[in-house]
């Protein structure tokens, strides 16, 4: 399973500073302001700008590089599942119909059969990766915690390290159990999420190149880098997916081990070319901090870093074994502090959001735009290849198309239509007279505009037409639709203040990682009923054509969601009727939310 996909840049009011720890990178573990005892030491601007040329090439490319090795495989490793599952099938049926050919002995490697697309494989193929993708997700959920604490007292990358090798080794077993398929059951594939246990995973990966540019990273320039890191997440699934199709008419193997290779070529530029960027100015101030906060139990979470085991292990040098104890019972008392902050964190959420009824609405609806994404997200391939009744190979461009569709939408449309929503020369033309927009209005049309997009492009997609035409425009209308979580979380963001912005970022979290854990299995499930409703209602129109009328079920329900969204955003009347005088501003936002 890729990583799950890096979150667009942070605006203005939400960039991490030069000393962000890991922990509040993740809104999950952002810590309240009022928990903060003293503000962080700042690194020399100089420091920063020198280090920034330096760490930003390396993480970009490492975040390609393993971004390649995991496009690569995607659709080789869907045929490769499939062509076991179908053998598999026609072992248990031989009775039903023909056996299946010799090509689907030992090593599937007949994957064109179109005798693999019929209903009952189908449903299985997509239920093995979305329970697959589960437990790939659940190690980051569980360990979030305890690896964001680590990140910040032994330092960034080897923390990496550790979730790159979690990664690398999870991809093994997959590979391992796929190549013997007579002695794992296919099911064994799920199990490869214990090897995230190790650094959590992709999650953890995503957050430290992040947290590494960050922390080296002017904030004028922070939009730009990440960006970079941004485009470097995209453009991999855009070029090398269709490669990986195009490897499976030759031998899809090779391009599972291509994909391996190069994740571990990824793995020793990580070891070789990645710096350390824990600033070390907090080092020390961090230790001190940490010596006086061991004694009282709100201590802030910054307060453990590196420079404290240094300074007791020194101590321990000078006074023996008394201060060994110290810095053991330290570092268990920082820990528990660090858990009852994110337990507390998670009460002071649920009782706030409860009290803000537009805040809970829109979260509601960023609850169900990421629901809804796990369809095309777990389903396009599979979904292509047997609606227009393509290999897995070929169908492998229209995820590809979707891609480069995406990166358009966010390095020029989305700018430009912000900009021009916002500028006040748009007014010039007549019909856009009551411009410039609010910061708010603003992004209420946008969120309205990518979800109509949603919408459209949903609906398209499941149409029961076996038309190349009508599936692309449906994927280029849904991907360029899948900007709208940028102008919703502006959105959402302008009805809290500061003070209650990291408890906003943790309900978000929250939903996010719910909302992918239940859309896969979910998106299966809804796979698997519209195959079987279409199942042998068409019985002349050949193999593998069954299911094709109902086979579109999870993407009409994910355009549900997605009209839900655009209806429940539009009813808010957000700035409705208001503009940006000329030379005007908008008015803060305080006391906690705007009803």
Known sequence: MSPPPPPPPPDDTDH?????????????????????????????????SSELWSTLPTVASLAFIFNIGMHIAIAPSLAILQGIICRNYYDKNKGITDPIGAGLGGLPTNFKDDRCKIGPVQSEVAEVNAWKDVFEILPAVALAIPWGILTDRIGRKKVLLLALLGLLLNDAWVRLVYYF?????????????????????????????????????????????????????????FLFVPVGGALISYDPWLAMWIGFLVEVVGYVVAVVFVKETLPVASSSASSSASSSASSSASAPASASSPGQSSTLVAEAETDGSTSTESESDMKNKTVRQHVQ?????????????????????????????????????????????KRLGWSLGKASIIPSLGALTNLLTLTLLLPFLSTFLSSS???????????????????????????????????????????????????????????????????????????HRATLYTVISV?????????????????????????GKRPGEGKGRDGMQWMGLPFVVA????????????SLGFGRGEGVPPGGEEEGVEGGARE
Not at 19 to 25: E, V, Y
Not at 187 to 202: H, N, T
Not at 210 to 235: H, K, M, N, W
Request: proline share 8%.
């Open 16 to 48: 991490p500073t030069e000393q962000t720890p890991l922990l509040p990178q993740d809104p999950l573990l952002s810590p309240s302001p009022s928990h903060t005892t003293s503000p962080s030491p700042q690194k020399p601007p100089s420091s920063s």
């Open 181 to 237: 398929p007579n002695i794992f059951p296919i099911r064994a594939v799920w199990f490869g999420g214990l090897f995230q246990l190790i650094g959590s995973g992709g999650t953890t990966f995503t957050s430290i190149a992040y947290v590494l540019v960050a922390d080296v990273c002017p904030a004028e320039q922070r939009s730009t880098a990440f960006g970079y890191l941004l485009a470097a997440s995209i453009v991999p699934r």
């Open 341 to 385: 902050q994110y337990l507390e964190k998670m009460k002071e959420a649920g009782a706030w959001t409860l009290h803000h009824p537009k805040v809970v609405l829109l979260l509601l609806c960023f609850w169900m735009y990421q629901m809804g994404e796990q369809a095309e997200a777990l389903l396009v391939i599979q979904y292509a290849s």
């Open 425 to 499: 020369s748009s007014s010039s033309f007549s019909y856009f007279h009551h411009l410039p927009l609010s910061e708010e209005s603003k992004d209420s049309l946008l969120s309205q505009t990518f979800a109509t997009f949603l919408t459209l492009g949903c609906l398209l997609i499941a149409l029961p037409i076996p038309s190349f035409g009508f599936l692309a425009s449906g994927e280029i209308l849904y991907s360029a639709g899948a900007a709208l979580s940028v102008p919703l979380r502006s959105l959402i963001t302008n009805l809290v203040d500061a003070r």
């Open 511 to 535: 939903c996010t990682y719910g909302a992918v854990s239940a859309g896969r299995p979910v998106a299966a499930g809804l796979f698997s009923v519209g195959l079987r409703l279409g199942d």
């Open 559 to 570: 355009g549900g969601m997605f009209a839900v969204c655009l209806g429940v955003v539009s």
